[in-house]
């Protein structure tokens, strides 16, 4: 699976950002698909992550600020963000994986950077 991020861009304390991440290749029902972010000299930490059934997963520092949210048509996987900190600056990476008996698959974006200002 190749998978395109988009979205990202230079936002005030406390604004808004909506990040996008469309998938190439194989996408099925066991695929879940996810954000993940890597803030500088720091190591790539989970963000939030989704089913194909819509079951949704936060890490606890973005709980109810961001919402995940995905369209299995489109493969496409999105990451509404809302009252952006300082401390939310990264580069944001999208991901899919999947497992199935034997295999495990596990695909990363490019990444797209976040910038919020103080």
């Known amino acids: 699976v190749q998978l395109q991020a988009s979205g990202g861009g230079l936002v005030q304390y406390g604004g808004s950002l909506r990040l996008s991440c469309v998938a190439s290749?194989?996408?099925?029902?066991?695929?879940?698909l996810g954000w993940y972010r890597q803030a500088p000299g720091k190591q790539r930490e989970f963000v939030a992550t989704?089913?194909?059934?819509?079951?949704?997963n936060y890490a606890d520092s973005v709980k109810g600020r961001f919402t995940i949210s995905r369209d299995n048509g489109k493969k496409m996987v999105y990451l509404q963000m809302h009252s952006l900190k300082p401390e939310d600056t990264a580069v944001y990476y999208c991901n899919a994986f999947t497992r199935i008996p034997g295999r495990v698959y596990n695909d990363w974006g490019q990444g797209t950077l976040v910038t919020v200002s103080s």
């Open positions: 989704i089913t194909a059934g819509g079951m949704t």
């Open positions: 290749g194989s996408i099925n029902s066991g695929t879940v």
